[in-house]
């Protein structure tokens, strides 16, 4: 079935470091891709998405390219800011069923 | 615009008693999803809707859950009898049908402690 695999977190890293978070997908089709963010005590707020294959969807910095390929959406950011501190969810969305599946998450946490 | 609508926010209460969760989604929307997020097993989809009609219940981990929606601007997700287990936050979130352009929204959680 369709999956989402995220790495490991947390992710420590000092304000102003680059930052990449990887995303790996298995799905029939070219679903649509999603990044997600979850600031502490809050719901899940969309970053960015791309809807074909090399699309590079972006949003405050951050960016991510749609890579047919690899399987993979790649998460980056060329600086990292204490506010960026917050979970990451990769996500693929399901046509067939109008679901999103999710990865685990990913921990960042950026020290000043 | 009003994003989706949570409430309680916050809810604590004793083991055995009856929990509602509510949600308002955006309107317009038609797909209205149910998550539970924990710290074990991550974000989990418990149930969702398309135009009022459960589509999908798998997610559901016992005959104690049970959703609702009633009608477009609302949906109940009650646990009945609680337990401490279900301890957890509980996501609401809506999207347009069907269109994989469109991303789902979330609501900002119940933060559900049985005792």
């Known amino acids: 079935g369709d999956s989402v695999t995220q790495m490991e977190g947390p992710v420590t890293l000092s304000e102003e470091a680059f930052l990449t978070i990887n995303c790996t997908y298995t799905?029939?089709?070219?679903?649509?891709l999603f990044w997600y963010v979850q600031y502490p005590g809050e719901g899940l707020q969309l970053l960015l998405k791309a809807t074909k294959a090399d699309d590079k969807g972006s949003n405050k910095g951050f960016e991510a390219t749609y890579r047919k390929e690899t399987t993979s959406f790649h998460l980056e950011k060329g600086s990292v800011q204490v506010s960026d501190s917050a979970v990451y969810f990769c996500a693929l969305h399901q046509g067939n069923t109008g679901k999103l599946i999710f990865g685990q998450g990913t921990t960042l946490q950026v020290k000043p | 615009d009003a994003g989706v609508i949570q409430s309680p926010r916050h809810e604590v209460t004793e083991m055995g008693q009856e929990v509602t969760l509510r949600c308002k989604p955006i309107?317009?929307?038609?797909?209205l999803f149910w998550y539970r997020q924990t710290m074990m097993r991550g974000l989990e989809l418990l149930i969702y809707?398309?135009?009022?009609?459960?589509?999908?219940d798998s997610g559901m981990p016992e005959d104690r859950f049970s959703a609702k929606m009633p009608n477009a601007s609302f949906s109940t997700l009650k646990i009945q009898p609680s337990e401490p287990r279900d301890s957890a936050v509980y996501f609401c979130?809506?999207?347009?049908?069907?269109?994989?352009?469109?991303?789902?929204?979330f609501g900002d959680g119940t933060r559900l402690s049985i005792l």
């Open positions: 809707f398309n135009n009022n009609v459960p589509i999908d």
């Open positions: 799905a029939t089709g070219y679903p649509s």
């Open positions: 309107s317009g929307h038609d797909y």
């Open positions: 979130a809506s999207s347009l049908a069907g269109n994989s352009n469109q991303p789902q929204h």
